[in-house]
């Protein structure tokens, strides 16, 4: 099944979709948000994905331990969750200028909606899908209301069980979504590769009958590039102009650099899938003229015996099979045959 967000086709048989994260890495400057719209163009990745929430939108603000990241985490130990969304949210008014932005690149751009305001904003601004984030994926409801824009809806799949996204799926299937895309996601940020669990995808694949991808908060493009072999269709990782700049999200995205490493190294993976055929291919007729084969290697004259300093199994091919050498020891030449022939039956 294929699936079409913007002009990109997404399913199997289709280049994976890359798709670049800015989140919070605008560090809460408008400038900055578009410096990475133009450094995501750049780097050749094919899509640009925001988040469209407030703080308000997404949580309350209060303090009390349910609302604080645990102290041990390891970018937000003990933030209180207003405080890091307050921090990390894209302002409403910033998405007509981003979004025309990425339209004067040729880039694809849509984001996750966190409540009916942020699908009505972008409803305006002609988004032509949606994601649906991990921790949103048990909210059936707002998967319903995106679900009934008609468009793709992208949806990550991070710590949900198999009942949760059969649930998710049906939400978004009974509500008119366009087309659905499942993300294997491992919600930690970072994320050990060790718990990425990438043989999943073929699962959720044949289980739901959908294009699969990945969501990828691992450091690197590593995993996102093994994902290909695994069935990946759509890889989203998050991009930052210098980790060093800091940021919410600084320590586990991409810069522009990587991310088109990541874009072009993707394409490479896909195309090595191939086929199942067994054989050599046609780039390799050249090298099967320099098979090893049977040649005379030294001037023989009728009746010489065929020893191994005469014959000897060498680059290239034309003589008989290497494996015929002990039946052709022992024999004698039937002509004079000069140094280099490669070695035929009517020689002997």
């Given at each position: ?36 719209v133009d450094a995501v163009a750049a780097s ?305």
């Amino acid at each position: 099944m294929t699936i079409k967000i913007g002009p990109h086709a997404v399913g199997a048989g289709e280049r994976p979709l890359v798709v670049a994260e800015m989140s919070g890495n605008h560090n809460g400057s408008l400038d900055r948000a578009l410096a990475i719209v133009d450094a995501v163009a750049a780097s050749g990745a094919h899509a640009l994905k925001l988040q469209t929430y407030r703080p308000d939108t997404i949580t309350i603000d209060v303090d009390a331990p349910a609302f604080r990241i645990s102290d041990g985490h390891d970018l937000w130990g003990g933030e209180r969750l207003w405080q890091l969304f307050e921090r990390a949210h894209t302002p409403y008014e910033w998405h007509a200028p981003i979004f025309e932005r990425a339209h004067q690149h040729g880039l694809t751009v849509f984001s996750s909606p966190f409540d009916h305001t942020a699908v009505e904003l972008l409803e305006e601004l002609g988004a032509p899908a949606y994601k649906i984030a991990s921790s949103e994926l048990v909210d059936l409801p707002l998967i319903r209301l995106v679900a009934s824009t008609g468009k793709p809806m992208v949806i990550s799949t991070g710590m949900a069980t198999m009942a949760e996204i059969d649930a998710a799926v049906r939400a978004a299937r009974e509500g008119g979504a366009g087309g659905i895309v499942l993300l294997a996601c491992t919600a930690s940020y970072p994320a050990p590769p060790q718990d990425s669990n990438l043989r999943r995808l073929p699962v959720l694949a044949d289980a739901f009958g959908v294009p699969v991808g990945l969501s990828d908060h691992t450091p690197g493009i590593g995993v996102p590039i093994a994902s290909v072999a695994l069935g990946a269709c759509l890889i989203e990782k998050h991009v930052t102009l210098r980790r060093a700049d800091g940021g919410v999200d600084s320590d586990f995205s991409l810069e522009p650099d990587e991310l088109a490493a990541l874009t072009v190294e993707s394409e490479r993976a896909f195309a090595a899938l191939g086929g199942t055929t067994i054989g050599p291919t046609p780039t390799e007729r050249e090298g099967l003229r320099f098979r090893r084969s049977l040649f005379v290697v030294a001037d023989v004259r009728a009746g010489d015996p065929v020893t191994a300093a005469n014959v000897r199994s060498i680059r290239p091919a034309g003589g008989l099979p290497p494996a015929d050498l002990d039946r052709v020891l022992g024999r004698t030449f039937a002509r004079d045959v000069p140094r280099g022939t490669p070695l035929a039956w009517d020689l002997i």
